[in-house]
């Protein structure tokens, strides 16, 4: 399929390597700053333009990887007018494409996706369409690129990108906050990593409520205190600890 894409961040530097890898053909770049696009560009042989010109190169799907917030005023954007086009959102309503294309849908990478990392990830795809016709081209078109597609609403697809902030988001910044505490501590985060591995190990295998371990399952109160104690110069990250530690008794006494 001959692509366009709208945007040259995270999400559409990762889409490009994968759409090529599948053995599309990108066709253009386009972006606010046609600059901006001509290093994508430029690696796949595509032309660049902005997202204000009045018509795109002849395409067979058009993927709008922009910021959540560009989709509230997509209807701007002339060129996408009687085209396929599908933003890659996990937050945003199929409905916010309706006023720029009578053919539109959804591409939604539930994966974290970065320019600066060099491997390609295992990309789940969220996808719908506003019609059966249009899902299954977009369908078509995902299962080029992952042996993992699923069709999923507005509503099914917001509560995975919840889901996922829980998962990625929401993780990593504990484990920034434990690094932190390390370096002030002068101890070495290193030496955490095979415990992070083993977890993320153990829930592809194990329903995560089964592999819940530490003082707070066991209602360990003593352990709980000296930890309090030794967060006392971190209120903060004190505070972190505490309301988890508390989840994790009410979410065990419910079960």
Do not use: W
């Not at 494409?97 to 600066?116: A, E, H, I, R």
């Not at 080029?144 to 996922?164: F, G, W």
């Not at 295998?205 to 006392?232: C, K, M, V, Y």
């Amino acid at each position: 399929m001959k692509v366009v894409m709208l945007g040259s961040g995270n999400t559409a530097t990762v889409l490009c390597k994968l759409i090529k890898n599948a053995g599309h053909e990108i066709v253009q770049i386009a972006s606010r700053d046609e600059d901006h696009a001509k290093p994508l560009a430029e690696l796949y042989h595509s032309k660049t333009a902005s997202l204000t010109i009045q018509e795109f190169e002849p395409g067979d799907i058009y993927i709008v990887a922009l910021h959540d917030v560009a989709l509230d005023h997509i209807e701007n954007i002339p060129a996408l007018k009687n085209k396929l086009v599908v933003h890659t959102s996990g937050a945003v309503s199929i409905n916010s494409l309706k006023n720029c294309s009578d053919t539109y849908g959804v591409l939604y990478p539930m994966q974290t996706l970065s320019k600066s990392v060099n491997h390609l990830p295992d990309i789940p795809f969220l996808v719908d369409g506003n019609n059966q016709e249009v899902l299954h081209r977009i369908l078509g078109f995902a299962k080029s690129l992952s042996d993992k597609v699923i069709e999923a609403d507005d509503t099914q697809r917001l509560n995975y990108h919840v889901a996922a902030v829980f998962v990625s988001n929401f993780t990593n910044h504990l484990y920034a906050l434990a690094e932190s505490f390390c370096k002030k501590e002068r101890i070495d985060f290193v030496n955490l990593l095979p415990l992070i591995d083993e977890i993320n190990a153990r829930v592809k295998e194990i329903s995560p409520s089964q592999t819940q371990t530490g003082p707070a399952i066991r209602n360990d109160i003593f352990t709980l205190n000296r930890h309090l104690q030794a967060l006392s110069a971190n209120p903060d990250l004190k505070y972190i600890y505490l309301k988890l530690s508390e989840s994790i008794i009410k979410f065990y006494e419910i079960s």
